[in-house]
């Protein structure tokens, strides 16, 4: 390779030698290397020699090379959708969704909200069968356990005795209530555990694109993460519980309460495959709905109040109006703060039931309680018989 080598002192003292090619060589970029300082000559013109330094490029000091800059197409591909503004109410979800669902996955909830209410209804027929069967052969053991306890000596201090006494003052509808409380506070302890975290959203949150379709439309309905909803909602229950027991029973409230609740989630889903807003729900709203709705429609010139404001009354009636109303604007105008397709199902249900239902469904279950009392009479008879030989 030919060329001319030139000795330039550099600024620290040092020099570098740059080899410059002549037309013989084949190397179009100029090389410099640094020389020991034994071999480094000495010259005069520093200044000349520094300044053509500087214009030589120097290795060790590449600039980075740009990276190719993607497509818009492809960016856009690439870049995370960000998740609808959730509900307060509502806990933020682990997992994303991946698509609209196919509206035939509403098949396997609606069947599952039939045969629920069926077999709701069915089975509150023979606990209601049961019940009154063991009053009748348990009043004399408890009229003889009454006199029992008026002639042993009364236990002062006794906290079994006072609980007792605090049961026997509930009404009936609200001893029937207490349960559901008892399982609503549950299943809100269980939302504070962040191991369950991950379970409870699959299965006590309702949504039509979730992995579980069936067994959330029951479990929401014991679900609440947020405090203050699920004190709201039970304070409603307790204050309605003595109307709606005393209306329908204490075992046709509890297949209309659990029917209520599936069939409110199945309006929920209805909704949101229409407006493909897929948001999880949870909380009794829609099964406390039916119960408003069902004494506001038996007894619609009650008067009722706020809890924050008693000065303020007004007729069960207009309230009903008025809450039907609120829900129907929020789900046309798309409000997610609350589900509002859950509560105009649930009331209507509730409409529906103490117009309609009560005489269709409820009145005619008489087959299935003579066939459950042939059964069980067979089966005693078969027993005594073995027993009495």
Wanted: some cysteine.
């Amino acid at each position: 390779m030919a060329g001319e080598a030139t000795v330039f002192p550099s600024s620290l003292g040092s020099h570098h030698m740059c080899w410059r090619p002549t037309r013989e060589s084949s190397s179009p970029h100029t090389q410099c290397q640094a020389t020991p300082r034994s071999l480094q000559p000495r010259r005069n013109g520093s200044l000349r020699g520094l300044a053509v330094l500087l214009l030589q490029p120097r290795r060790g000091f590449r600039r980075a090379r740009p990276r190719p800059e993607e497509p818009p197409a492809a960016a856009a591909e690439a870049r995370p959708v960000p998740p609808p503004p959730r509900r307060s109410l509502c806990p933020p979800s682990p997992t994303t969704a991946t698509g609209r669902p196919s509206p035939r996955r509403l098949v396997k909830p609606l069947l599952f909200a039939v045969g629920f209410t069926g077999s709701a209804f069915g089975s509150a027929a023979i606990w209601q069968y049961e019940s009154l069967k063991s009053r009748v052969q348990t009043y004399f053991e408890e009229a003889r356990a009454d006199w029992m306890d008026k002639m042993r000596p009364q236990k002062r201090g006794d906290f079994r005795k006072q609980v007792n006494s605090w049961w026997n003052s509930l009404t009936e509808g609200q001893r029937t209530v207490t349960g559901i409380i008892a399982a609503n506070v549950f299943v809100f302890c269980l939302w504070r555990l962040p191991g369950m975290r991950r379970i409870m959203f699959t299965y006590f949150t309702s949504n039509p694109s979730s992995r579980a379709l069936c067994s959330p439309m029951l479990l929401s309905t014991f679900s609440h993460f947020s405090l203050f909803h699920m004190a709201a909602n039970m304070y409603v229950l307790w204050s309605f519980s003595s109307s709606i027991v005393s209306l329908l029973g204490c075992e046709q409230f509890i297949a209309v309460y659990l029917s209520a609740g599936v069939i409110s989630t199945f309006v929920s889903y209805v909704a949101k495959m229409a407006t493909g807003r897929f948001e999880p729900s949870l909380g009794a709203s829609g099964a406390i709905m039916t119960v408003l709705a069902a004494v506001c429609t038996k007894m619609p010139e009650a008067k009722l109040a706020i809890i924050l404001l008693p000065m303020f009354t007004f007729t069960a009636g207009s309230a009903l109006k008025a809450i039907i109303a609120f829900d129907t604007a929020g789900l046309a105008l798309g409000w997610r703060l609350f589900d509002h397709a859950a509560h105009l199902g649930g009331a209507l249900f509730g409409m529906w039931y103490v117009t309609y239902g009560h005489e269709l469904i409820w009145k005619n279950r008489e087959p299935l309680v003579k066939a459950w009392h042939e059964m069980r009479t067979k089966n005693t008879g078969k027993g005594g018989g073995g027993k009495s030989n």
